[in-house]
């Protein structure tokens, strides 16, 4: 047995097998072999299996991003299937007598240096995918899954960008544990939404070596237990069932409203990232979504969603919720957020560089064609717009030109949309906040953007696990802005809530109530909970 220790960023248990991701290259050991003919089955059964994973991802893709961007399978598949790759496979573990991994790894490095030193720069790149298609047959000769939406157990990683766990089948994932990371980095946000444990900075001590292995994860103390005796394995089964028991008593509060004990109504909404969020936020009677993180639909694809593409899911958020508001965050991108195919470039420091709305005011062609499709959906639901990481007055205007422009386009064609759509901007900078009195009078609702704002107010890095613990005893600064925001934008008359991960934390939703926020938004397993404290108070 082997305990780990980092930090617990998404309460529960788990347990299961632990499944490394994303490592780069394997690693190889040279073996040598006697039964070179069982050892050339091996490979061909590898070769097969591979070729079978290359046809479900290009399905995949063409499904999800278009025949041209799924074409590179069909490439791999060409390359894993020339004579002249295999042959030379072969003869290294006939002429050497080593593992077909070894084997493949030779073939690997001579195929890429092979494309390399060739004159065309479009054979030049073949070099990259004569690598990838080594890997994966190696990965495969290992036993060892390569596509994402087929890793299941608990998910290991140096860190986990939101575009890599968008490609992951949620349903398969029972908790994520990472090197890296920080409780209010994207990975903590996604595994609380899931509601599955997660447990971030365990360093070096968490190794590839652990793969395949089973453990216990704890998301409360965040320690993780490799290879755990029996005894315990029993413990934590019978804590789990104890759980489950426990979040039934908060299934009592379905339908009771969300109201104080002097009767103050607060709004109870859901945060999603996408459409297969809807079910969890229905089934835990979220009164509406308060954070629809668009650019969720931009991660984990290789180009970019067409107008037509996100009007179908915005359109479809909108008439699951039946009638309940949904506010769609514009596209937030940057940071750790990035999409391959987007005009990025790489910056010293892309938390304070070309993100969210700085993004989209610069590229005003993906803007605008968020805010047709937002717009074109708006007639089918209750739908509502957020800009995020504003830090000016004239960026609003800026920002609602394009907006008018979108909508005058729309009026040209003909094509309806609710004119009179409610805007509103996230407060997730200091700037935001203390300008709060002036940009209320530009919009129709405040949202409190709290990682965001906890971030910059306290210059602690929200995906460095260094400085995470920094936060807690330093959060006075952040909780002065938010009431300063809740106050002014009290007194323009337009309403407040709060979006970022503080809006679950319990022990601070008396102080929203008295700073008089009018809207919780939290991830949808977190909202009875949070009903049955609000009725309390
Ligand atoms: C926030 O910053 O609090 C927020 C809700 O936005 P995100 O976590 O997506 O940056
Ligand atoms: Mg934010």
């Not at 305990?3 to 299961?16: D, M, P, R």
């Not at 394009?402 to 005058?408: D, P, T, V």
């Not at 210059?459 to 300063?484: C, F, P, T, Y």
Request: aromatic residues 6%; glycine residues 6%; charged residues 25%.
């Amino acid at each position: 047995m082997t305990e780990l220790f980092g930090k617990g960023v998404s309460n529960g248990y788990a347990i299961g097998k632990i499944c490394f991701m994303g490592a780069s290259s394997p690693k190889i050991k040279k073996k040598t072999i006697r039964d070179t003919k069982s050892e050339i089955v091996r490979l061909e059964m590898a070769v097969n299996s591979s070729l079978d994973s290359l046809d479900s991802l290009y399905r995949e893709a063409v499904s999800k991003v278009g025949q041209t961007e799924a074409e590179i399978f069909n490439i791999h598949k060409m390359m894993l299937e020339d004579d002249d790759y295999q042959t030379f496979i072969k003869s290294i573990i006939t002429t050497e007598l080593v593992c077909a991994e070894y084997a493949v790894s030779v073939a690997k490095e001579k195929f890429a240096d092979m494309f390399s030193s060739m004159e065309d720069t479009y054979m030049q790149e073949r070099a990259k995918d004569v690598r990838d298609v080594s890997d994966r047959l190696i990965r495969k000769l290992m036993g060892k899954e390569d596509n994402p939406s087929l890793l299941s157990g608990i998910i290991a990683a140096e860190d986990l960008a939101p575009s890599q766990t968008i490609t992951l089948d949620k349903s398969k994932v029972s908790a994520f544990i990472t090197q890296k990371g920080s409780s209010n980095s994207h990975t903590a946000i996604l595994a609380r939404g899931m509601n599955i444990p997660a447990v971030c900075a365990l360093g070096d001590s968490l190794s590839d070596d652990f793969d395949g292995k089973t453990a216990i994860v704890d998301g409360f103390s965040g320690k993780i237990t490799i290879d755990p005796p029996k005894e315990l394995i029993l413990k934590i089964q019978q804590e789990i069932k104890n759980e489950k028991e426990s979040s039934a008593i908060f299934r009592k509060l379905i339908g009771k409203p969300t109201v104080t004990t002097d009767g103050t109504k607060i709004n109870l909404f859901s945060n999603i990232g996408g459409l297969s969020d809807i079910e969890s936020v229905i089934n835990n009677d979220s009164e509406g979504i308060g954070l629809f993180r668009s650019e969720f639909i931009f991660l984990g694809r290789n180009s970019l969603p067409t107008e037509d593409e996100q009007f179908e899911i915005y359109r479809s958020v909108a008439e699951k919720m039946k009638g309940k508001k949904v506010i769609i965050r514009t596209l937030d991108i940057g940071a750790d957020k990035n999409a391959p195919y987007l005009p990025q470039s790489i910056e010293e420091n892309p938390a304070m560089g070309l993100r969210a709305i700085r993004f989209c005011l610069f590229n005003q062609d993906i803007f605008k064609s968020q805010l047709r499709a937002i717009l074109r959906a708006s007639i089918y639901g209750n739908i509502s717009i957020m800009f995020p990481m504003i830090i000016s007055k004239s960026e609003i205007i800026s920002t609602k030109k394009i907006l008018f422009s979108a909508m005058s386009e729309l009026s040209n064609d003909g094509i309806p949309y609710n004119n009179d759509i409610e805007t509103g901007i996230m407060i997730e900078t200091p700037a935001a906040a203390l300008l709060s009195d002036i940009l209320a009078d530009e919009v129709d609702f405040f949202s409190i953007g709290t990682n965001d704002l906890t971030q910059y107010t306290l210059a602690v890095d929200r995906q460095n696990s260094a400085v995470s613990d920094l936060i807690g005893e330093n959060q006075s600064a952040v909780l002065k802005l938010i009431s300063m925001t809740a106050f002014n934008g009290r007194k323009a008359g337009i309403w407040v809530g709060v979006c970022g991960e503080m809006a679950s934390d319990l022990s601070l939703t008396e102080f929203f109530i008295k700073s008089g926020i009018n809207e919780l938004s939290v991830s949808p397993h977190n909202t009875l909970r949070l009903r049955k404290k609000i009725r309390e108070i």
